[in-house]
């Protein structure tokens, strides 16, 4: 069995939901692991990983994600959660308010860790900062990140998110890996 560690229950139900069409069943673990302070999304998924793979000993997975908004050179990147917690989703739109280039990407970094080390999974999702709050399903940026080529936003449809998301994109990378494509 395969694990996830994550104290988030939406990464779990997103990746569960994707990964059993793949026939890859996974078991979820809470346990919060220290998040080191880096600008790459890889060094602080492998090193998490590592941390939860020396208390759990099972083959696992985590992943850090994050929101880069290209005008405000990336910001919050890999502070995303942080950044969230202090200005929220209001404080984003108001950092936005007189900026027209509002392009922005999410980023997902998966990190696989067996008995034979630490492997990497990165993708993305292009898109744009919405100018209101739209839609209240899903987590974190959801209501405000439009993907490229759509008019609502994660928030809005969430089976749109489930299609083409950051996190679907990197699992998709995980899954062939483990099944050997
Ligand atoms: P971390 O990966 O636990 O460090 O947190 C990443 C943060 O980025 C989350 O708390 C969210 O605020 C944001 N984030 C990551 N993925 C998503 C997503 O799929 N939708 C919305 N926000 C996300």
Same mark, same amino acid.
């Given at each position: 069995?395969? /694990?996830?560690?994550?104290?988030?229950?939406?990464?779990?139900? &997103?990746? *569960?939901?994707?990964?059993?069409?793949? !026939?890859?069943?996974?078991? /979820?673990?809470?346990?919060?692991?220290?998040?080191?302070?880096?600008?790459?999304?890889?060094? #602080?998924? =492998?090193?998490?990983?590592? $941390?939860?793979?020396?208390?759990?000993?099972? %083959?696992?997975?985590? &992943?850090?994600?994050?929101?880069?908004?290209?005008?405000?050179?990336?910001?919050?990147?890999?502070? !995303?959660?942080?950044?969230?917690?202090?200005?929220?989703?209001?404080? #984003? @739109?108001?950092?936005?308010? !007189?900026?027209?280039?509002?392009?922005?990407?999410? #980023? !997902?970094?998966? *990190?696989?860790?067996?008995?034979?080390?630490?492997?990497?999974?990165? *993708?993305?999702?292009?898109?744009?900062? =919405?100018?209101?709050?739209?839609?209240?399903?899903?987590?974190? $940026?959801?209501?405000? +990140?439009? %993907?490229?080529? $759509?008019?609502?936003?994660?928030?809005?449809? +969430?089976?749109?998110?489930?299609?083409?998301?950051?996190?679907?994109? *990197?699992?998709?990378?995980? =899954?062939?890996? @483990?099944?050997?494509?």
């Amino acid at each position: 069995m395969l /694990h996830f560690v994550t104290t988030n229950k939406h990464k779990f139900q &997103e990746s *569960a939901l994707f990964l059993k069409k793949h !026939s890859i069943p996974i078991d /979820h673990i809470y346990l919060e692991c220290p998040e080191i302070r880096s600008d790459s999304f890889e060094e #602080i998924a =492998a090193n998490a990983a590592e $941390y939860a793979y020396k208390r759990i000993k099972k %083959p696992l997975f985590v &992943e850090d994600s994050g929101l880069c908004i290209k005008a405000l050179q990336s910001f919050p990147g890999t502070f !995303s959660s942080w950044t969230l917690k202090k200005i929220g989703l209001d404080g #984003i @739109l108001k950092l936005m308010k !007189s900026i027209k280039n509002r392009e922005a990407e999410f #980023i !997902s970094v998966i *990190a696989y860790c067996n008995e034979k080390g630490i492997k990497t999974f990165k *993708a993305n999702c292009i898109g744009t900062i =919405a100018v209101r709050l739209m839609g209240i399903k899903g987590f974190g $940026y959801d209501p405000i +990140f439009i %993907p490229t080529g $759509y008019t609502k936003t994660f928030g809005q449809d +969430f089976k749109l998110k489930n299609k083409l998301s950051h996190r679907v994109k *990197a699992l998709e990378k995980f =899954a062939s890996y @483990l099944n050997g494509d």
